[in-house]
Structure formats: structure tokens, C-alpha cells
């Protein structure tokens, strides 16, 4: 069973960060499984096998899939796309009601398999290691595979709301094209964001609601186009850093609310000429709320209650 979790939207702010949502989405996910080759002359599946024999493993209250019958065409199904050899590309099945896991589902057979959104439904169980998706809002346990980090088209990440435990794979950090890097509201932990790579193509970011305990991630700051952070409920401490404004010049969106962070709110954060949101509510900040913040026209909210 899925867990409920307090989560806020996924993009608070439709006019800036809604509209790299857009951009970004076409560009969705990867393949990993092309790399796996089809056992030679063995009777190898069909796709129409391989998505019928995951369709016989889910539940399926809604009948989503009753349309995926032998007897019509597999790029006929509903939520299925074929790309021009007829070769299964995508599958769509965004919040339809499915239950199951990703265990009977063989992406050896799915070899140009390059986009599967299953946001939304209740799947469960492991990740599988050689494909990347978008399994955000499941109930996905375990931790992540860290040949998870392989796929190097990969430009979005998005495993929010699950029930993933232990560290990030530090090799999730050199994925060469990521953008989108969403891991909120899980269970990680990770005390050792040290090992992590800059990430220099990413510009959101999304830590919120995990268990994450260090100092301000180093990765964080070294990651240069970053455009939204959120690393609100963790238990971060030390200082938030004064770096920021030479750091992430890009920065329009910053949450850092529900955390142990402390010391003085740093006075760069009123030269980023970006930022637009602030939040640094709930951590143990002193020091006054900084006259310079009034100055910052760009504001358009600021929380900092519960210091
Ligand atoms: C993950 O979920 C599966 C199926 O729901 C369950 O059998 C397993 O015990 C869970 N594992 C963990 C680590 O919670
Ligand atoms: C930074 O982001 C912009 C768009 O937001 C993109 O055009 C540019 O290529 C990115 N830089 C890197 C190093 O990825
Ligand atoms: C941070 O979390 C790790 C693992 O969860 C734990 O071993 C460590 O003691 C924690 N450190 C602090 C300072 O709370
Ligand atoms: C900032 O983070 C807090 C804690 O996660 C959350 O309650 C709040 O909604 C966030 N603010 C926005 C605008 O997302």
C-alpha cells in the first residue's frame, strides 16, 4: 500500500518553472534496455508477448488495458506509441489505475522502448536497474540501483513520492544531460554528497522531504544552471551558504523551510537578482529578519516565520 506523504506541487510557480516543464517534457526519458541483446535464434518474444505477459501480472481495476488483445496490432493499443519501424516507443499510462510492479515486464524485449510514464498509479517493488523513468507518485520501496546512473540520454529524473530508502548512487550526479532531478518525498539519507559531481545541465532540483542530515550540499552549489532548489524538510545544518548569489546566479526559486540550518541569513541572498522566492522558514536562523530583504523588488513571497 502507498503511503500518503505531504507534498507540495510540483511546480509552484506555472509562469517560470511550468514552462521548463514544457520544454523539457517532449525530451522524456530514455533507454537503457536497447543495450541488452535479443538471445540469437532462441524464440524470442514478440513485444505483443512482453506487454501481455506484464498486462496478466498487474491489476488493473479500471481496465486500462483491455484493449491490448492479440488480435489487434500492438501500435493499435491504447497508450502504446510505435515509432516509424513499428517497434514499440512509448508507453503512456499516466494515473490509470494500475497496480503491480516492473518485474514481469521484459525490456529486452522492448528495444526501442524510450519513454514509460507510469506517474500516478500504485505500482510497487524494485526499480529495475536498466531503464529510467518517470515512476514518480508510486509506491516504488528498496533503494536505487546505482546502474541506474548509466543511461546517458537520460534528461529527467523523476522518482518523487515513493518509498525509496538509502543513499543517491553518486553516479545519478555525472548523468551528462540531466535537467530535471527530482527525488523528493522519499526516505534517502546521504551524509556523503562529497562524493557527488557538479551537475552542470541540471536546473531543478528537488530534494524536498527526505532524510538528509549533512551541511548545504556542495553539489548544489557547484551546480551552476540551477534555476530551483528545494531541500525543504531534511535535517540540513551549518550555515545557508553566503555563496549562493555567485554560485547559482541562475537561482529563481529557493526552499530551504523545515531544516536545522542556522547562523546569520546570509546578506547575498538579497543581490540575486533572479531570486523571486526565498523560503528559509523553520530552521534556526538568528540574527533578525535582515532589513536588505525589504530592498529585494523582486520578491514576490518570502517566508521566514519560526526562526
Ligand atoms: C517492497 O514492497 C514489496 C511488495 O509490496 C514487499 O514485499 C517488500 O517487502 C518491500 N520491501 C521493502 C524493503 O520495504
Ligand atoms: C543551462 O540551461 C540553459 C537553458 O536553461 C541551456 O540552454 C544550457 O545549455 C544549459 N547549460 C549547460 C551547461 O547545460
Ligand atoms: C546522519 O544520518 C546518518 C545516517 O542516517 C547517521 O549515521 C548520522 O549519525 C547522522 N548524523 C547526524 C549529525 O545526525
Ligand atoms: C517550501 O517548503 C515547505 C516545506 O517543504 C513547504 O511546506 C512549502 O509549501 C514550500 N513552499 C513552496 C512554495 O513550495
Redesign the pocket.
Known sequence: MRRERAR??EY?YSSSIGHIARVVLPLLVVVAAAAIPAPANAATPTEADALLAWKASLQDDAAALSGWRRATPVCNWRSVDCDAAGRVSKLRLRGVGLGGGLEKLDFAALPALAELDLNGNSFAGGIPASISLDLGNNGFNGSIPPQFGDPSSLVELRLYNNNLVGAIPRQLSRLPKIVHFDLGANYLTDHDFGKFSPMPTVTFMSL??NSFNGSFPEFVLRSSNITYV?L??NTLFGPIPDTLQEKLPKLRYL?L??NAFSGRIAVSLARMKNLQ?P?IATNFLTGGVPEFLGSMRQLR?L?LGDN
Request: zero cysteines; aromatic letters at 6%; a negative charge.
Open positions: 507540495g506541487p509552484p524536498y522531504l528545494d525543504s524538510q526552499n523551510s523545515v522566492d523560503r513571497v517566508e
